[in-house]
């Protein structure tokens, strides 16, 4: 699929924040970044790593730095959007186009490519064993089939479903995801396989 079309197709489906996207947009190719899509999103590149992408959220529009805790952030503009998950990926947010100083975001952004350039990189966490929540362990266990089918999943894609229960704080949405997944794991699809195209 053209990635051109595809950045368009993003932009124009996100009413409410096309001006702050295009003000974004224009500000990343203005820059040696090559664009393109990853995870239905604008997805900034150079040489193939990832470096920033753009999102529109309910509430905001989010720079993502891949690498962003890297970056000096003189102005304590970036945060980590997922804490205890995330140890390199920054976000910087926007609630309106008026919010976007070109030359600020200009100096982010040039910062994070010479920080790629140079081969800067926090490499992410590996989590060490499977834990594999007692309502799933049930499960597998009562249905046969399904263990069968659970344990063909390589370890990293058993940790998202287990993971993916496991998050749920109430009873009845953790029970909603396992029935979620079952489907899915007798189908051979992975949690998150939609996403990794």
């Not at 490499?123 to 063909?152: A, G, H, W, Y």
Request: hydrophobic share 35%; aromatic share 10%; glycine share 4%.
């Amino acid at each position: 699929m053209d990635k051109k079309k595809s950045v368009d197709q993003y932009i124009v489906k996100k009413d409410k924040w096309q001006n702050e996207l295009k003000v974004l947009r224009r500000l990343l190719n203005s820059t040696e970044l090559e664009e393109t899509v990853k995870w239905g999103s604008p997805c900034y590149t150079i040489k193939g790593k990832n470096v920033v992408s753009i999102g529109a959220f309910k509430e905001f529009v989010a720079l993502w730095f891949f690498q962003g805790a890297l970056l000096k952030d003189k102005d304590k503009l970036l945060i980590n959007a997922q804490e205890g998950t995330t140890k390199a990926l920054r976000q910087w947010r926007f609630f309106s186009v008026d919010e976007i100083h070109p030359q600020r975001v200009q100096k982010y952004v040039l910062e994070a490519i010479e920080n790629q350039k140079l081969g800067k990189e926090i490499l992410p966490l590996r989590k060490k064993s499977l834990v594999i929540p007692s309502d799933l362990s049930e499960t597998l266990r009562k249905n046969n089939k399904l263990k069968k089918c659970f344990d063909q999943f390589t370890t990293g894609k058993q940790r998202e479903f287990a993971d993916f229960i496991a998050s749920a704080k109430q009873i009845q949405t953790r029970e909603k995801r396992l029935q979620k997944i079952i489907p899915m794991i007798l189908n051979n699809e992975g949690l998150n396989d939609r996403y990794r195209k």
